[in-house]
């Protein structure tokens, strides 16, 4: 979070990507895994203000899990060890405007499109009654549900929690601030 303290203040480290290429050759070292959506506007290693190699990401539309995205953070929690999963959520996030549109006007999209649409639609219905922003709400739900699922992620995710050497933690980007905003 201090990196995105610094990010925010247009305080970021500049990138060299000369002096840490070597380093990097002979392996990873992450601190921090990021379950990150795809868009452009948000790359977790600009919005944490972080190096090439600190950061172990894994990016879908929506950032939802799929098996093959929860195979992916175990690994990042057992092999690389990593004692941190943020689950990390944006303003203005299509995958979600898609899902709300599919659930409230039953709006059908093209290909595997749908899946994501269908896949975060229960975040839509925890939103429901929430006061304030609909679309925003959603966006957060969609970010607690995941670390949710996340922490009672059966064998491996949950076990790393309970004996308390994996934080899973969900934040929300704010496209016109660059804050991230801790949620879960």
Do not use: W
Not at 94 to 106: L, P
Not at 169 to 177: E, F, H, I, Q, R
């Amino acid at each position: 979070m201090k990196g995105n303290e610094r990010y925010v203040a247009g305080l970021s480290t500049p990138l060299n990507f000369a002096a840490d290429r070597a380093a990097l050759v002979t392996g990873q070292n992450p601190y921090a895994t990021i379950l990150s959506c795809s868009d452009s506007r948000v790359s977790p290693e600009f919005c944490f203000d972080e190096q090439r190699g600190d950061l172990f990401v894994a990016r879908v539309a929506g950032n939802y899990l799929t098996t093959d995205f929860v195979a992916t953070l175990e690994y990042a929690a057992v092999v690389l060890h990593t004692p941190l999963i943020l689950v990390l959520g944006h303003q203005g996030c299509g995958a979600v405007r898609a899902a709300i549109s599919a659930v409230d006007n039953h709006e059908q999209f093209p290909g595997h499109i749908q899946s994501i649409a269908s896949a975060l639609a229960p975040a839509v219905r925890a939103a429901k009654d929430m006061q304030g922003d609909r679309f925003d709400n959603v966006v957060k739900m969609n970010v607690v549900r995941t670390v949710e699922k996340l922490r009672k992620q059966p064998p491996v995710l949950s076990r790393l929690v309970a004996d308390r050497k994996l934080l899973v933690a969900g934040g929300v980007y704010n496209l016109s601030t660059g804050r991230v905003d801790r949620v879960a």
